[in-house]
C-alpha cells in the first residue's frame, strides 16, 4: 500500500500514520526502514533509481515477515483500527477501581 492508500484505509485525513498503527505494524515499518538501511550501506545506491530499488526490497523484508506472520497466526496484521478507535477500546476495557 501507498502511504495514501494506507491513511484511506485507516480512515486518516491529516493525522499522522505512525501515531495510528498498533503495534505490529510499528515493528514492521521499522523491520523495513532498518533493512533498507542495512542494504543500503551494502549496496551503496547513487541514483534515485538505485535507493528507489533498495528501499523496495527492504520493503519486501517486511512483507515477507508480514505474510509468515500472518500465515502462523491465522490473522491479518493490517487493520483499519486508528488512534481513535483504540482510544475507545481502551476506555471501554479500563478496570473499575
Known amino acids: 500500500m501507498t502511504t495514501r492508500e494506507y491513511k484511506d484505509y485507516k480512515d486518516l485525513k491529516k493525522e499522522n500514520l505512525r501515531d495510528n498503527m498498533t503495534n505490529l ?14 542494504i543500503s550501506k551494502e549496496k551503496n545506491p547513487e541514483t534515485f533509481e538505485e535507493n528507489k530499488t533498495v528501499a523496495q ?41
Not at 25 to 38: D, G, I, K
Not at 65 to 88: C, D, F, H
Open 57 to 97: 526490497k527492504g520493503g519486501k523484508v517486511a512483507d515477507a515477515a508480514r505474510k509468515q506472520l500472518e500465515s502462523t497466526t491465522g490473522k491479518k496484521v493490517l487493520t483499519s483500527i486508528n488512534a481513535r478507535e483504540l482510544r475507545k477500546g481502551l476506555d471501554s476495557n479500563s478496570i473499575e477501581e
Open 25 to 38: 505494524e510499528l515493528v514492521l515499518n521499522m523491520l523495513a526502514e532498518a533493512s533498507t538501511t542495512e
